[in-house]
């Protein structure tokens, strides 16, 4: 069975992407410090998957915990999770995130190159888009100065990969770029564990259905968009995992020395007054959410163009906005805050 490093492994999208793995025939092997996830989150992959996950818990920029790992499991292509994602901490914290984001990368592909593993699949972000000039967004849709620090890794790795590709280093790489992730395993087992405040809207909204957070503040709702509330394209994770599975199918079939990059959306926007409504109406909760000032750095609107995910690698989502929103409830509700 064909062993693929998942870096970042035990967290959000990492946890879904190892149980969508399994499904697909392949063998996980995490690699996690735990510093953005919690270990408790192993247990509950062995209750979905009905086998243990092999973890090893270090950091990506630690080359010997990456030949420890090798050395027990070869692994034949790496999903490359592992970064840190609070856009205002990259702000205070900029070093943090350059050497964790992007040293962490520089680090896998180095050993990568050592030992001839060819595939990788990259965790990239909407947000080298910035405000877009024109909706939907393809892959061809000029990036933007990135609105933070978190987004400039983002931005960064792509080019390292493009660069490490046309060295004829011999990887074949697919960069994914995340709209927004939402949701959680229909089983309740796994979902998003936010680090204190949530930063992200659907966390904040079932915590505060859930009674942890007083109120929601909706950041602004004077935009021009249909509402005057924000615009973004919310992907269920289990539709984004899937999607990784595709990406490392595809990525066998290419020759070496390849790089393609793809928007991983529903191709539809949501306002944040519109996730509020539908998370009240699916779950038959009131919330109680009043309009703050606008959030610095947000983006007004933007959603993705998926015409290329969906030709050619056959992908298209499987979940709507209402099993996102029903699924993060029912994770929430099952958390033992
Ligand atoms: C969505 C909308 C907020 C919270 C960022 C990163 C992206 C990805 C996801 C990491 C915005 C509004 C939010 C709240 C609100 N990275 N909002 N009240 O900013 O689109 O994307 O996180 O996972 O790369 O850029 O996501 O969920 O923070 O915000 O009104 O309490 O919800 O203003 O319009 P964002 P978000």
């Not at 965790?123 to 400039?152: F, H, I, M, W």
């Not at 007083?214 to 394209?233: L, N, Q």
Request: charged share 25%.
């Amino acid at each position: 069975m064909n062993k693929i490093l998942i870096t970042g492994g035990a967290g959000y999208i990492g946890s879904h992407t190892a149980v969508e793995l399994v499904k697909a025939g392949l063998e996980p092997i995490i690699l996690d410090d735990f510093s953005n996830s919690q270990k408790s989150v192993l247990g509950s992959l062995e209750e979905i998957i009905g086998k243990p996950v092999i973890c090893f818990e270090g950091d990506c920029n630690d080359k010997d915990i990456l030949e420890e790992i090798y050395s027990q499991h070869k692994f034949v292509g790496v999903i490359h999770f592992a970064a840190f994602k609070a856009v205002g901490e990259s702000t205070s914290e900029p070093l943090k995130y350059y050497r964790n984001n992007v040293g962490s990368l520089v680090v896998l592909l180095g050993f990568m190159q050592e030992k001839g593993i060819k595939n990788i699949v990259f965790s990239s972000s909407c947000t080298v888009y910035g405000q877009p000039d024109k909706l939907p967004v393809t892959e061809s849709t000029p990036r933007k100065d990135a609105e933070s620090p978190y987004g400039n890794t983002k931005k960064i790795c792509e080019d390292i990969l493009v660069d490490f590709v046309k060295s004829k280093a011999g990887v074949k790489v697919v960069s994914l770029r995340y709209f927004n992730p939402v949701g959680a395993h229909p089983s309740g087992k796994i979902g998003e564990l936010p680090n204190g405040t949530p930063n992200n809207l659907v966390p904040f909204v079932t915590q505060t259905a859930a009674g942890i957070r007083e109120k929601i503040t909706v950041f602004g709702d004077d935009y021009d968009t249909i509402d005057g509330s924000c615009i973004r394209d919310f992907i269920h994770v289990m539709d984004l995992a899937d999607a990784h599975v595709k990406a490392l199918g595809y990525l066998d079939k290419q020759e070496d020395n390849f790089y393609d990059v793809f928007n991983v959306g529903t191709g539809n926007g949501n306002s944040v007054l519109e996730i509020i409504k539908t998370f009240e109406k699916v779950n038959r909760i009131k919330l109680n959410y009043s309009i703050g000032p606008r959030r610095d750095g947000d983006v007004v609107k933007i959603w993705a163009d998926t015409t290329k995910i969906n030709t050619v690698l056959g992908w298209t989502p499987q979940y709507s906005l209402e099993d996102s929103l029903r699924d993060s409830w029912n994770w929430e509700k099952g958390l033992s805050h």
